[in-house]
């Protein structure tokens, strides 16, 4: 009998539904193909920084993906907020944005633990939740 795989619970802020699909998607074709079904994600995907600290009051996730410039309260303003709260406060967070150096700066400095800019690679974000996470993973094939 195979073990269960490990349930990775990712809290995915995203105010675009497609990225959000891509990314969702992508990391559980991701899990089953190159982790061999080690791995399993569960997502709760939100539009806004202020429905992710909603969020966050009923679940208690493994991984934060942020996207940085979004409406209602942004990646930056919702990482601050995070970091001040002892409950979340090490929570891994792994931010994107197509904002350049500026949204790098904004996300790195109000505490997130990884930047990516996009558009993303696939294996760039497994890559980089693996870490966080300190899991061992395969970079999918291109």
Known sequence: MADAPR????????????????????LDGAARRE?????????????????ALERLEQI???????????????????????????????TPVLALSAGGPAAREAAMAAGADVFLDKPIRLNEVLQAAARLLNATVEPPSS
């Open 60 to 90: 208690d996730p493994d991984l934060i993906i942020c996207d940085v410039y979004m409406p209602v309260m942004d990646g930056a303003a919702f990482l601050r907020h995070l970091r001040s709260h002892a409950h979340a406060a090490r």
């Open 35 to 51: 982790m061999a079904g080690r791995i399993a994600f569960l997502f709760d995907v939100v539009g806004d920084g202020q429905m």
């Open 7 to 26: 349930i990775i619970r990712v809290l995915l802020i995203e105010d675009n539904p497609h990225v959000a699909e891509l990314i969702t998607d992508g």
